[in-house]
Nanobody, 124 residues
Framework: QIHLVEFGGGSVQAGGSLRLSCRASEFTYTRNCMAWFRQAPGKEREGVAS??????TRYVDSVKGRFTITQDNTNTVYLQMNNLKPEDTAMYYC???????????????????WGQGTQVTVSS
């Protein structure tokens, strides 16, 4: 059973930065596709960013140029969030597939494992 544990949420003012971390257990030999999703109250879950086993990344348009997703050799994925906006306020979830490849779109149904979520709140 793979477990994902997230760290790094919090409250910041607009323009500030936060770094989210998510460590996955059980992936011992290869980097798997990992991603960050978010869900704001009353809104649908949104795929924010993904990184595949070859470090190729994808981002939703609203965060391009502000967020950066990376994955290290310890099966930890990070989301560096800069120039945060109030509309970035949401619960952020780490997710992982059991294969290296990510899809062309970051869709929740493609992911097999999920973290418990960490809250990000951005005030204006």
């Amino acid at each position: 059973q793979i477990h994902l544990v997230e760290f790094g949420g919090g409250s910041v003012q607009a323009g500030g930065s936060l770094r989210l971390s998510c460590r996955a257990s059980e992936f011992t030999y290869t980097r798997n596709c990992m991603a960050w999703f978010r869900q704001a109250p009353g809104k649908e879950r949104e795929g924010v960013a993904s990184v595949d086993g070859d470090a190729r990344t994808r981002y939703v348009d609203s965060v391009k140029g502000r967020f950066t997703i990376t994955q290290d050799n310890t099966n930890t994925v990070y989301l560096q969030m800069n120039n945060l906006k109030p509309e970035d306020t949401a619960m952020y979830y780490c997710a992982a597939r059991n294969i290296r490849v990510c899809g062309a779109r970051t869709v929740g149904a493609d992911f097999h494992y999920w973290g418990q979520g960490t809250q990000v709140t951005v005030s204006s």
